[in-house]
């Protein structure tokens, strides 16, 4: 399985951008690079997934370099409400059975925004 | 189309007590994953199931945890005799496929507070 690490905490202030880096030196072929976020007593949420270059949606980026060692979620214009901790995930998309069964959550990155 | 169902999302026990915690996955979805999180740790996986079928439980205790996934009802979590350790959050995750890929994210519940005193 490939290990991840990430910073254990982040500071920013509203209206900039932040950029979280994960490292996964380890991961595999198959592997994919998935984000969750998770806000004080709920459950996480998807955030983006991608497997190479870069993926974006309506909530933020993703960049994988060519080497995939290592992924940076981007969150544009952040605000109080994008407080919470960032969950940098992998996982293999084709081996049967060693999907989300598989993932290690971490401690992931306690982001904070302040005003 | 809601979103999974946890329940109750707070429940006190007793030590030696018996803790059932509900998980309804999304319509349609047929994977279930139950995770437990320590205050101030990261989530760690317990066990994975399909429809009536226990896939992977390597991450959940021998003793004690069990856990079903019937063909008719919601996903139980069961915990017999419980102590004080057992105190964390439990969630319910469901996916449409296991296999991580585009469009086959899990989806989590809101989780169940157990605290045993």
């Known amino acids: 399985l490939a290990k991840t690490t990430q910073p254990i905490s982040m500071d920013s202030y509203e209206g900039q951008e932040v950029n979280i880096t994960c490292s996964h030196n380890?991961?595999?072929?198959?592997?994919?690079i998935t984000w969750y976020q998770q806000f004080p007593s709920q459950g996480p949420r998807f955030i983006i997934q991608g497997y190479k270059t870069k993926v974006t949606n309506e909530v933020a980026s993703l960049f994988i370099p060519a080497d995939r060692k290592s992924s940076t979620l981007s969150l544009p214009r952040v605000s109080l409400s994008d407080t919470a901790v960032y969950y940098c995930l992998v996982g293999d998309r084709t081996k049967p059975n060693s999907g989300y069964s598989t993932l290690t959550f971490g401690k992931g990155t306690m982001l904070l925004v302040s005003p | 189309n809601a979103g999974v169902m946890q329940n109750p999302r707070h429940l006190v026990r007793r030590r030696g007590q018996e803790a059932r915690l509900r998980c309804s996955p999304m319509?349609?979805?047929?994977?279930v994953y139950w995770y437990r999180q320590l205050p101030e740790e990261g989530l760690k996986f317990m066990v994975y199931l399909q429809k009536e079928n226990i896939i992977d439980e390597s991450g959940m205790p021998k003793e004690r945890f069990s856990a079903e996934f019937p063909k008719e009802g919601p996903s139980i979590l069961r915990i017999q005799q419980v102590v004080r350790g057992d105190s964390a959050a439990y969630f319910c995750?469901?996916?449409?496929?296991?296999?991580?890929?585009?469009?086959?994210?899990?989806?989590f519940g809101q989780g169940t507070r157990l605290t045993v005193v």
């Open positions: 380890n991961i595999a072929t198959n592997d994919y």
């Open positions: 319509k349609g979805h047929s994977h």
């Open positions: 995750a469901s996916s449409r496929e296991d296999g991580v890929m585009p469009d086959t994210e899990a989806f």
